[in-house]
């Protein structure tokens, strides 16, 4: 495992808003500095059992109960591979793509997904989760094969391979009864 420089990877990202993971990552690394960095949308808190990050091809693995946590949404996975510009670009230290290896799970005060994989490109703005999704909000609940979201603007969809989604929607869910026990 490479061995971290903390002061050439704080001094190398900490101008770079986008590079949050990855100096979120380095970090994890240097005990002695704090382990969440301030971003625009607050701190982001990430725990894993280990951190390999790889300088030379701009690449960071977290893996071993992975969690990254901002504000009140939680992205967990066995690991993420994180894939950020390489340096003397203009993109250099700002994370480009981010992969989940095994089940996944992202959980909010509003929604959860499932999924058998997630792939977050950061260029473009759109997570895309696929295999086996599912889909929670309230009582509702949607199944399909890939679930894609744009970041910015929530729109998503759901497709399925065998070419049919299935949903049971609450459309109007504070009112919705819930089920009772059978006595």
Do not use: W
Request: charged residues 20%.
């Amino acid at each position: 495992m490479e061995t971290i420089d903390c002061n050439a990877v704080k001094k190398k990202y900490a101008n770079s808003m986008k590079a949050f993971l990855i100096t979120g990552l380095a970090v994890l690394g240097c005990p002695m500095l704090a382990v969440a960095q301030q971003t625009a949308n607050g701190p982001i808190s990430i725990s894993a059992d280990s951190v390999d990050f790889q300088p030379q091809s701009n690449v960071t693995v977290i893996s071993g109960h992975a969690e990254v946590v901002n504000k009140d949404k939680v992205l967990r996975a066995p690991s993420f591979r994180i894939f950020s510009g390489a340096d003397g670009t203009a993109q250099a230290g700002k994370i480009q793509k981010v992969y989940s290896e095994g089940e996944t799970f992202l959980v909010s005060p509003t929604q959860k997904v499932r999924a058998d994989k997630a792939f977050y490109d950061a260029v473009n703005n759109v997570i895309i989760f696929t295999g086996n999704v599912i889909l929670v909000q309230g009582q509702s609940v949607a199944q399909g094969d890939e679930l894609r979201v744009n970041t910015i603007t929530n729109q998503s969809q759901l497709k399925s391979n065998s070419g049919r989604v299935k949903a049971v929607m609450f459309p109007n869910d504070q009112t919705a009864a819930k089920p009772k026990a059978k006595k």
